[in-house]
């Protein structure tokens, strides 16, 4: 009967460690491809998930996937060009939107508030420490 229950606990404990694997690997560096929207005015000095106020001229961005504080490349792929952005927000709530973007970087990567949504790629270029470590 122990040897039953050590088995059990064993296995619980290999799932448990599964699971957090597998949520870590959810949250690494890969090229992701998808939609980018753009943040509201309305939203500049509102707190972000770092607890930075946003600001609509810096380079923060939000992301679902990516760990905080990833510095990553954003290109829109209809007109090539690119920012660099630090992902310090979450979201983008719609489905199949990868990333928010700051009316600055919009305008940068050629995202126009018209246009709304563009198709881009985001590449991570750097981790922040604490999610490098561990892997």
Known sequence: ??????????????????????????????????????????????????????????????????????????TNLKTGKSAAVTIKDRGPVPRGRIVDLTPHTATQIGLTRKEGIAPVSVVPTSLPQESAAGH
């Open 1 to 74: 009967m122990r040897s039953a229950h050590f088995t059990g606990l064993l296995t619980l404990l290999v799932l448990a460690t599964g699971a957090q694997a597998h949520e870590a690997t959810h949250r690494t560096a890969h090229k992701q491809i998808g939609k980018a929207s753009i943040y509201s005015h309305r939203f500049q000095g509102r707190h972000m998930s770092d607890g930075q106020r946003f600001n609509v001229h810096s380079s923060a961005a939000a992301s679902k996937t990516l760990p905080l504080g990833t510095e990553a490349r954003v």
